[in-house]
């Protein structure tokens, strides 16, 4: 199995993607997330977003495809931070 590794390493789309909802949901606050991504098994991930400052956490578990085609539940689970985060913050 992989060590933890930053989201925009392993799988730039998906971070790219989350990335786009945040800044959708947040702006004009630039986003102080950090997203890992965790190999739990082959073939599966464990994503783990932190906003520090907001004490924000949240873990999805997605398969690679989701992560490299930016489909299904990672959508779906990037969506539903995106919006928790905005409900978190002054916008």
């Known amino acids: 199995m992989d060590s933890v590794n930053p989201?925009?390493?392993?799988f730039p789309v998906a971070h790219q993607f989350l990335r786009m909802c945040l800044l959708e949901e947040i702006f004009p606050i630039p986003p102080s997330a950090s997203c890992f991504a965790e190999e739990t098994e082959?073939?599966?991930w464990?994503?783990?977003l932190i906003w520090e400052a907001i004490d924000f956490s949240a873990?999805?578990?997605f398969s690679?495809?989701?992560l490299r085609r930016v489909y299904g539940a990672w959508s779906a689970w990037a969506r539903g931070q995106a919006l928790d985060i905005a409900s978190l913050l002054p916008v």
């Open 7 to 10: 989201l925009g390493r392993r």
């Open 46 to 48: 464990t994503v783990s």
């Open 42 to 44: 082959a073939g599966r």
């Open 64 to 66: 690679d495809e989701e």
């Open 59 to 61: 873990k999805g578990e």
